[in-house]
């Protein structure tokens, strides 16, 4: 299996999602009906397909 570089835009949603984590974990957002974990899960798992699916 070969392992390519995700493009800026993904990389970019992945890190905002993972921001918005952050954030959400220190109830800046107390707002937010995702749990923070939950949050950084997606923002790894968008940054992991983007490494093994070729274009993303």
């Keep these: 299996m070969t392992l390519n ?3 800026k835009i993904v990389f970019l949603i992945s ?3 993972a921001i918005i ?3 959400a974990l220190f109830n800046i957002l107390p707002a937010l009906p995702i749990p923070a974990f ?3 899960t997606l923002a790894y798992v968008v940054l ?3 490494c093994m ?3 993303l």
Excluded: D, E, Q
């Design 48 to 50: 992991m397909l983007a």
């Design 38 to 40: 939950w949050l950084m």
């Design 53 to 55: 699916v070729k274009g």
């Design 21 to 23: 984590a952050i954030i």
């Design 5 to 7: 570089a995700p493009t």
């Design 15 to 17: 890190l905002v999602v």
